[in-house]
């Protein structure tokens, strides 16, 4: 089982920029799949941005492409996602989300493929 906390969002100016911060603790925070996902009101829970199990992989949805940078830790116990170029649509709940199964690559972008959740952490950007 791994625990996942999430940190760093809060309110910012459009075209601003905040630095999400996912602590894991429990079983090897290196061998998990991780990745950001993020849930507006009334929508549907979106992929933002995923991590192979090495930090060496990372894929990104179109629409952060460019703007938002997803990495790990020296320690490997914490994920981040650098948010550059925050446009009010990119407000949301931010999760973080850790998949265990032997896939090595950072082509999951289904929340269903992944076994634990942080509680969120809110992002606003004002206009």
């Known amino acids: 089982q791994v625990q996942l906390v999430e940190s760093g969002g809060g309110l910012v100016q459009a075209g601003g920029s905040l630095r999400l911060s996912c602590a894991a603790s429990?079983?090897?925070?290196?061998?998990?799949?991780m990745a950001w996902f993020r849930q507006a009101p009334g929508k549907e829970r979106e992929f933002v941005a995923v991590s192979s199990k090495s930090g060496g992989l990372a894929n990104y949805a179109d629409s952060v492409k460019g703007r938002f940078t997803i990495s790990r830790g020296n320690a490997k116990n914490t994920v981040y996602l650098q948010m550059n170029t925050l446009k009010p649509e990119d407000t949301a709940v931010y999760l973080c989300?850790?998949?265990?199964?032997?896939?090595?690559?950072?082509?999951?972008?289904?929340?269903?493929?992944?076994?634990?959740w942080g509680q969120g952490t809110q992002v606003t950007v004002s206009s």
């Open positions: 989300a850790a998949d265990g199964g032997p896939y090595s690559g950072a082509s999951q972008s289904r929340s269903q493929l992944y076994d634990y």
């Open positions: 429990g079983r090897t925070f290196s061998s998990y799949t």
